[in-house]
């Protein structure tokens, strides 16, 4: 007996999520859960797949999913995932420590101070969602072009995280 999935978004994610379910012989996509205002558009991506304004609709035809495949956009996937694991779905997202370290930020300021010669690049993270560190394991190589960039025109760049020098 092929694995109900259910894909929640048809983004580009989505429709990936589709096509890769339509070539697993053990899953079956049953359904697509839309906005309501989306339903009806872009049926050449559903491939044939019905579409659902709630996962309740989908539940009135096929039954409750094994599985619901979160395809919608990163900034939900936290709150969208929270609410279904809590009603005891179970869920696959791609929401990654990229989506983590972006997501976190609350504020990003370049500010250039002229007569020191100075360029900042400030940002408040809400270390709730993700540790300073895990911004720097993305965001190193960036940091350093960063600082290339400002040397090459003769300034120093400044990292400066929740209003702690970092470089």
């Known amino acids: 007996m092929p694995i109900k999935a259910a894909v929640m978004g048809l983004g580009n994610i ?9 070539i697993q012989p053990d899953f079956t996509c049953v359904g697509v859960i839309r906005r309501k205002e989306s339903l009806g558009k872009d049926a050449h991506d559903l491939r044939g797949v019905p579409e659902y304004a709630s996962l309740a609709d989908l539940e009135a035809v096929s039954g409750k999913p094994d599985v619901v495949l979160l395809c919608a ?3 939900k ?9 809590g009603k005891g ?8 420590i990229h989506d983590r370290v972006n997501y976190s930020v609350e504020r990003s300021e370049v500010l250039l101070d002229v007569p020191g010669r100075t360029v900042t690049l400030s940002l408040s993270i809400n270390t709730q969602v993700c540790a300073v560190m895990d911004y720097f394991e993305i965001f190193l190589q960036r940091m350093l072009l960063c600082r290339r960039a400002a040397e090459a025109l003769s300034l120093k760049f400044r990292l400066e ?3 702690q020098v970092l470089l």
Not at 14 to 22: F, M, S
Not at 89 to 96: G, R
């Open 14 to 22: 989505g429709r990936y999520a589709i096509e890769a379910l339509e």
């Open 73 to 75: 956009p990163s900034r």
């Open 77 to 85: 996937i936290p709150e969208v995932a929270g609410d279904l694991l």
């Open 89 to 96: 779905y179970n869920t696959v997202d791609s929401f990654d």
């Open 161 to 163: 995280i929740n209003g």
